[in-house]
């Protein structure tokens, strides 16, 4: 992957260096140019120790047979990012100037450009700014913020740089709409459910949701659609999922079947409980004196998944086993009508950021992974929920 990473003249290139580097962690070749402006605020020296590679800040860079300047970086980038792009920059880019090495990289391009503005809140507001931006989006430029915040005034208002984070996350999105799930629908569940015994107190488990956050972004690098429901309240959101949170499993039941109706996919990964309270006590449980023990009556939970009966909906399951991890897995699979079920050894996996697993499909294929991150499992799942999507009937 070949981004291209613009920086203009806005105090918050500073955010640029933490930018760049996230892009290289994540894997990127990343080719910096920067704005005359830009260099007074931050070095280039910087970006070139974090991308290990030149930083370009001048439209008339020497040319080589096999490298032509702006047109070459153009040419060769996946995506072309602006981060911070300054009330001047976006005014040069909307009118197609070209009197800098960023202008002129932008106009020879064919890549997905994203625009993060950053500026003073007037700035950003004046009809001049916004009229700019709207003749970048309209030409498919994809703007990315600001948000609302302290400023380098002091004064609070709308015009601060997002995250690089949240940067890196659109990216990702943008770049994955060219992906095998461009187009379809993917429903993502996440974490464990909570039943209440009480105000304070609920039953529980360990799982941490990190599977189902990683498979909602895998799905969004794929191209899909996602909807991803979930009881973290800890893990970042996935940039472009709609966030549904629950709790019970009878409020992620009801979550479900709501999204599933317009979906293409299920990725039922959520660990839910089996059994419920009947009944959760209004008031705090207290000890009573003389009393050693408590009897609380559980009742059965819904059995979310199988319940689906859609026939055009592609589902798959994960089952966290203690003992007999092949043969309960196989039994679940057949049972709940999934076209694939991810098999897992609970004691090592739950609350892990690593996973063992074991991919069984309806057809009788299986696929074994080694120990690895959750994130790079993830991938691998969605890899083959592309190739069902495809085979099936709606797909």
């Given at each position: 992957?070949r981004?291209?990473?613009?920086?203009?003249g806005?105090?918050?290139?500073?955010?640029?260096?933490?930018?760049a580097?996230?892009?290289?962690?994540?894997?990127?070749?990343?080719?910096?140019v920067?704005?005359?402006?830009?260099?007074r605020?931050?070095?280039?020296?910087?970006?070139?120790?974090?991308?290990?590679?030149p930083?370009?800040?001048d439209?008339?860079?020497?040319?080589t047979?096999?490298?032509?300047g702006?047109?070459?970086l153009?040419?060769?980038?996946?995506?072309?990012?602006?981060?911070?792009?300054t009330a001047?920059?976006?005014?040069?880019?909307?009118?197609?100037?070209a009197d800098?090495?960023?202008?002129?990289?932008?106009?020879s391009?064919r890549?997905?450009?994203?625009v993060v503005?950053?500026?003073?809140?007037?700035?950003?507001r004046?009809?001049?700014?916004?009229?700019?931006?709207?003749?970048?989006?309209?030409?498919?430029?994809?703007?990315?913020?600001?948000?609302?915040?302290r400023?380098?005034?002091?004064?609070?208002?709308e015009g601060r740089?997002?995250?690089?984070?949240t940067?890196?996350?659109?990216?990702?999105?943008?770049?994955?709409?060219?992906?095998?799930?461009?187009?379809?629908?993917?429903v993502?569940?996440?974490?464990?459910?909570?039943?209440?015994?009480?105000?304070?107190?609920?039953?529980?488990?360990?799982?941490?949701g990190?599977m189902?956050?990683?498979?909602?972004?895998?799905?969004?690098?794929?191209?899909?659609?996602?909807?991803?429901?979930?009881?973290?309240?800890s893990l970042?959101?996935?940039?472009?999922?709609?966030?549904?949170?629950?709790?019970?499993?009878?409020?992620?039941?009801?979550?479900?079947?709501?999204?599933?109706?317009?979906?293409?996919?299920?990725?039922?990964?959520?660990a839910v409980?089996?059994?419920?309270?009947?009944?959760?006590a209004?008031?705090?449980?207290?000890?009573?004196?003389?009393?050693?023990?408590?009897?609380?009556?559980l009742?059965r939970?819904?059995?979310?998944?199988?319940?689906?009966?859609r026939?055009n909906?592609?589902?798959?399951g994960f089952a966290?086993?203690?003992?007999?991890?092949l043969?309960?897995?196989?039994?679940?699979?057949h049972?709940?009508?999934?076209?694939?079920i991810?098999?897992?050894?609970?004691a090592?996996?739950?609350?892990s950021r690593?996973i063992?697993?074991?991919?069984l499909?309806?057809?009788?294929?299986?696929?074994?992974?080694?120990?690895?991150?959750?994130?790079q499992?993830a991938?691998?799942?969605?890899?083959?929920?592309?190739?069902?999507?495809?085979?099936?009937p709606?797909?």
């Amino acid at each position: 992957m070949r981004i291209v990473l613009g920086v203009t003249g806005g105090i918050a290139a500073y955010k640029s260096a933490d930018l760049a580097s996230k892009l290289v962690q994540a894997g990127a070749n990343v080719d910096v140019v920067m704005t005359r402006a830009a260099t007074r605020l931050v070095g280039p020296a910087t970006f070139q120790a974090l991308t290990k590679r030149p930083v370009y800040a001048d439209v008339f860079e020497p040319w080589t047979p096999e490298w032509h300047g702006h047109i070459s970086l153009g040419h060769d980038a996946d995506a072309v990012v602006i981060a911070p792009a300054t009330a001047n920059s976006i005014a040069k880019l909307a009118h197609g100037l070209a009197d800098d090495m960023l202008g002129a990289v932008v106009l020879s391009t064919r890549a997905t450009v994203l625009v993060v503005p950053a500026m003073e809140h007037e700035m950003y507001r004046h009809p001049a700014t916004q009229s700019n931006l709207r003749v970048l989006r309209d030409r498919g430029v994809i703007q990315i913020g600001p948000e609302s915040g302290r400023l380098a005034s002091g004064e609070i208002g709308e015009g601060r740089m997002v995250a690089p984070e949240t940067i890196v996350g659109a990216l990702r999105m943008a770049i994955g709409r060219r992906g095998p799930l461009a187009g379809c629908h993917i429903v993502v569940t996440a974490g464990g459910t909570q039943e209440p015994l009480d105000p304070i107190r609920f039953l529980g488990n360990r799982s941490s949701g990190l599977m189902g956050h990683a498979l909602a972004q895998a799905a969004i690098d794929a191209g899909s659609d996602v909807t991803l429901i979930s009881s973290s309240t800890s893990l970042p959101i996935p940039y472009g999922a709609r966030f549904i949170h629950f709790q019970t499993a009878l409020e992620l039941r009801d979550a479900v079947e709501t999204a599933v109706e317009k979906a293409d996919v299920i990725i039922m990964s959520a660990a839910v409980a089996d059994f419920r309270p009947k009944q959760a006590a209004s008031l705090k449980i207290k000890k009573q004196p003389g009393v050693d023990s408590l009897t609380v009556e559980l009742i059965r939970n819904p059995d979310i998944v199988a319940s689906i009966s859609r026939t055009n909906l592609v589902k798959i399951g994960f089952a966290a086993e203690t003992d007999d991890l092949l043969q309960h897995a196989k039994a679940k699979l057949h049972e709940k009508g999934l076209a694939l079920i991810v098999a897992n050894d609970a004691a090592s996996t739950i609350g892990s950021r690593e996973i063992t697993a074991h991919l069984l499909f309806a057809t009788g294929e299986k696929v074994s992974l080694p120990r690895l991150p959750k994130e790079q499992v993830a991938t691998e799942i969605v890899t083959h929920v592309a190739r069902l999507c495809a085979a099936h009937p709606n797909g």
